[in-house]
């Protein structure tokens, strides 16, 4: 169970130098095919934090061609996880998880925002079996596609995210709906993630979260053991207990997507999604990169924007679509 105290660092041993915290805080502006990331990782045993701001426009297969990329490594970590500045221009203030204020200064002028979050519901634990009936079948299973970054401690909410965004000298408002997520605990980056972060939302009525385990074989993508999940309708969240996901990439980013989700009622959701922003971030962290963009729902007449990130870690790709890993023949082997 996540309470107000979750915003801030957790208890910790001293002398664990890998213990680590993150924030996320995705925004978009449909209307103009912008998605950019708000990250955080702090370690606070070891003193230092990273912070990796990104906003691009529209489709861009190379990180050259992403509108604005901020990654800043060894900045010092904050005293407080609730409310702190950073030297590369990111304030934020969260006196609790529902809600969350950023601010960034880019300290060369090119961007600028400030972002309101304020949550739909009461945030998900996924590490409550009484939240997530897929929790003791999920940490039963040794494989290091998980990650060991949500085992010790993760949350996930939906909310409504107003403000403005001024990017190369063009101002823009804010006014949409997606997800952010807080993690704490021990973390080794050993590159071998492989993990699909899927985010639905139309608005109060219908938010959804999916994380699902995902294989490369012989080049194709595909979307596996659902990790767990959850749907908020009208601030009632219910566990996702099934889920199936396809999609269709191009230079490993997903352009459309077909979504079928069952809680733990029976209630089934299906959606079609088309990407209308994607980008590679390779700045959040030096081990992974995550293929994400911002797709188009339809639910009945509603329409609905979310963001979808294939997450891989630098080792697992290179084992199954490198020029050495092919030659091992992995490329055509999963796990279990």
């Known amino acids: 169970m996540i309470t107000d105290a ?8 001293p002398n664990d130098r890998t213990w680590t915290e993150t924030m996320f805080v995705p925004f978009s502006i449909p209307e103009h095919n912008i998605f950019g990331n708000v990250y955080v990782l702090a370690r606070p045993n070891a003193g230092v934090a990273t912070s990796s701001i990104l906003v691009g426009q529209g489709f861009c297969h190379q990180p050259y061609e992403i509108d604005f990329t901020d990654p800043q490594v060894h900045l010092p970590c904050p005293e407080s996880f609730r409310k702190f500045d950073l030297p590369n221009g990111l304030s934020v203030n969260t006196p609790n998880p529902k809600e969350y204020d950023a601010t960034y200064r880019n300290v060369l002028g090119a961007c600028s925002f400030d972002l309101s ?3 739909l519901h009461e945030p998900f ?3 409550d079996p009484d939240q997530n ?4 079948k999920d940490r039963s299973t040794d494989d290091t596609r998980h990650g060991d970054e949500w085992e010790n401690g993760h949350f996930e ?14 101002k823009y ?3 949409c709906y997606d997800g952010m997520d807080h993690s704490w605990g021990p973390r080794l980056e050993t590159g071998t993630r492989s993990v699909a972060w899927v985010s639905v939302n139309f ?5 959804m979260h999916l994380a699902v385990l995902i294989s490369i074989n012989a080049g194709k993508v595909t979307y596996e053991r659902l990790r767990f999940g959850f749907v908020s309708r009208n601030g009632e969240v219910r566990p996702i207990v099934a889920a199936e996901i396809t999609a269709e990439h191009t230079s490993m980013l997903a352009i459309s997507n077909h979504i079928v989700a069952t809680d733990d009622r029976g209630e089934t ?3 079609f999604g088309a990407a209308i922003s994607s980008h590679p971030w390779h700045s959040f962290n030096p081990s992974h990169v995550a293929y994400q963009g911002m797709f188009r729902y339809h639910w009945g007449d509603k329409v609905g924007y979310g963001e979808m990130a294939d997450i891989y870690g630098l080792d697992y790709l290179a084992e199954r679509m490198s020029k050495h890993g092919r030659h091992r023949g992995l490329a055509g082997q999963e796990m279990a």
């Open 269 to 271: 959701y299906e959606f």
């Open 117 to 119: 979050f304020r949550a």
């Open 157 to 170: 909410v939906k909310g409504h995210i107003t403000g403005e965004l001024e990017l190369r000298g063009k």
């Open 6 to 13: 979750d915003s801030e660092f957790h208890p910790r041993d």
């Open 133 to 136: 009936p897929l929790l003791e």
């Open 203 to 207: 608005g109060p009525e219908l938010a």
């Open 125 to 127: 634990d996924p590490g």
């Open 173 to 175: 408002t804010i006014d």
